[in-house]
């Protein structure tokens, strides 16, 4: 039975863990009635952790990455970058929470918590928009199986093929490359 594995040290989970980590913390802040406010009213000067400037800086290598990999034909180039990009959100979301329950390092007031908040957003639409390039869903939610495997409507998809390469579905990825990996499907284990 091939399954993905629940471990960060999966690039196919972790990138995907990443994004759907990003979108939970914007539904728990709207579960508690946070805003983010609008993107004029964003103090970027508020973001002076060196995890979240880290996060930054490997959010403004985006477009260059996408455009790089996609002029020299090398979709896994980008879908390591994207393992990247999930590591500096995953451990940003970890040093400096969004949430008021993060303890010491939660937000003490609305401007930075909303600040942070603007960077889990962009944090979700950029490993979004990166795994959209390389033909892979994007879920917002990752479900999992008591037995400790990822498992979407009771099928599982095994995507990313060796490391770093993350095709998920016939289609168009970087550069317009046709795109047709292997793509398992493995029912729902009990």
């Known amino acids: 039975m091939t399954c993905v594995r629940n471990v960060l040290g999966n690039p196919f989970f972790a ?9 939970s913390v914007l539904r728990w802040a709207a579960d508690l009635g946070l805003d983010r406010g609008r993107a004029d009213a964003l103090r970027p000067d508020l973001l002076g952790h060196p995890s979240e400037r880290e996060l930054l800086g490997a959010l403004s290598w985006l477009p260059e ?11 896994d180039a980008f879908a390591r970058y994207l393992e990247g990009l999930a590591g500096a959100w995953l451990d940003c979301r970890e040093n400096c929470p969004a949430l008021p329950f993060g303890g010491r390092s939660a937000p003490r007031d609305g401007p930075e918590a909303a600040a942070r908040l603007w960077l889990a957003a ?8 990166g795994m ?3 033909a892979v ?6 479900l999992t199986s008591p037995i400790g495997r990822t498992c979407e409507n009771r099928l599982v998809e095994v995507a990313f093929v060796g490391i770093g390469s993350c095709y998920g579905r016939r289609g168009r990825g970087i550069g317009g490359q046709a795109v047709q990996s292997p793509v398992k499907r493995v029912p729902h284990a009990m």
């Open 15 to 23: 990138v995907r863990y990443a994004h759907a980590d990003a979108a």
């Open 65 to 75: 990455r996408a455009a790089a990999a996609a002029r020299r034909g090398r979709p």
């Open 122 to 129: 962009a944090a979700r639409t950029a490993l979004g928009t």
């Open 132 to 134: 959209r390039l390389l």
């Open 137 to 142: 869903a994007a879920p917002e939610r990752l």
